[in-house]
């Protein structure tokens, strides 16, 4: 009985213990839902499928002159560059929200954007 009952909390203990690929939800999974829901606005919105550059909005200034906003391609971002930009404050983007994600939930979420096709 003891023996079952140590067999259950392993089998429940290996379930959440990592996020890797033979758990039940995938690293890449786990990633893709961060993209769409990271506590905040989704990153799709504004990245779309983080391969292209991506014309947000269209302006003219006070000049007459039409002026883009652009969304740069996320998937080639090195993880440098991209840890950098998620733990960024606010005062460094007009645009971009600030997010409060783990390292682990970057880690995930970096892996599932290099994927991005
Ligand atoms: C409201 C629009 C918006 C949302 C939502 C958004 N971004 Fe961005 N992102 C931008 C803009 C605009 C830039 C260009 C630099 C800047 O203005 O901050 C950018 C830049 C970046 C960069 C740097 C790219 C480079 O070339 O260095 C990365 C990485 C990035 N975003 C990842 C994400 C991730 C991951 C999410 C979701 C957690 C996200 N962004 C959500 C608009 C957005």
């Known amino acids: ?46 990245h779309g499928n983080g391969k292209n550059e991506i014309i947000l909005a269209k302006y003219r200034n006070k000049k007459g002159e039409l002026k883009y906003i652009k969304v740069p391609p996320i998937s080639k971002v090195s993880f440098e560059d991209f840890k950098a930009k998620l733990k960024s404050d606010k005062t460094e983007s007009l645009i971009m929200p600030t997010y409060f994600l783990t390292d682990n939930e970057l880690d995930s979420l970096y892996f599932y954007i290099q994927k991005l096709k």
């Open 1 to 46: 009985m003891k023996f079952i009952a140590f067999i259950a909390l392993f089998t429940v203990s290996c379930l959440f213990a990592t996020n890797d690929d033979n758990s039940f939800i995938t690293k890449y999974e786990y990633g893709a839902m961060l993209y769409k829901n990271p506590r905040g606005i989704g990153c799709n919105k504004c």
